[in-house]
């Protein structure tokens, strides 16, 4: 009953930054948790940041102080500023929300994906 659209990938050049959107079809005061996985080819999908409705927020150990998750409620958005991109952050990045009670990652909803790459 969520849908959630992602924009904002495309190629860089490492050193670069790009700025991911998610915008859900509803508002994000309804949604408990929302957050940003990735998938490089061969590899596994594995969260990037989550942001909770209370505003706390979770990174991956590689990202951290790198990446910056955000929302905008009015907007129904969530955002993940990328800077200082590395070739390793190539992948597809999914936005994803949680609207069940169990707060067990992933959410139970999931965009179809925006392609990163970065080049060296």
């Known amino acids: 009953q969520v849908q959630l659209v992602e924009s904002g990938g495309g190629l860089v050049q490492a050193g670069g930054s790009l700025r991911l959107s998610c915008t859900a079809s509803?508002?994000?005061?309804?949604?408990?948790?929302m957050g940003w996985y990735r998938q490089a080819p061969g590899k596994q999908r594995e969260l990037v940041a989550a942001i909770t409705s209370g505003g706390s927020t979770n990174y991956a150990s590689s990202v951290k102080g790198r990446f910056t998750i955000s929302r905008d409620n009015a907007k129904n958005t969530v955002y993940l500023q990328m800077n200082s991109l590395k070739p390793e952050d190539t992948a597809v990045y999914y936005c994803?929300?949680?609207?069940?009670?169990?707060?067990?990652?992933?959410?139970?909803?999931w965009g179809q994906g925006t392609q990163v790459t970065v080049s060296s």
């Open positions: 994803n929300a949680n609207t069940r009670g169990v707060t067990t990652p992933p959410g139970n909803y």
């Open positions: 509803r508002s994000i005061f309804s949604i408990n948790a």
